[in-house]
C-alpha cells in the first residue's frame, strides 16, 4: 500500500529547537511528530484549545464544590485523572 506524503522543512532557532526538544522528551513524541501537531493545530487555528481549558476550569470548580460529599479515595482518584487530562493538554 502506497502513502502519498510529502516532507517539508522549515528552520528554526536554537532557542525553539531546544524547546522542541524538550516537549519532544517530556511527552514521548519525535520532534517530527511535535511539529506535524504544531502545523495540524495552526491550520486548525487554535482547534477548541480555549474551550476545553474552560471546561477543565468548570471541572475543577464543580469538583471542588462537591469534595465533601465524595469519598476521599474516590476524590483523590478523580483529582489524579484530571491531573493528567490536564497534563495531556499541555
Known sequence: MKVN?????CTVKDSLNQQIVEVAEKKN???SQIMRLALQEYLEEGSNRPAEAALLVQMCNQLEAIKESVEQDQYRQI???LDSIIKLKG
Not at 5 to 9: D, P
Open 5 to 9: 506524503s510529502k516532507t517539508l522543512a
Open 79 to 81: 483529582t489524579k485523572t
Open 29 to 31: 513524541l519525535k520532534k
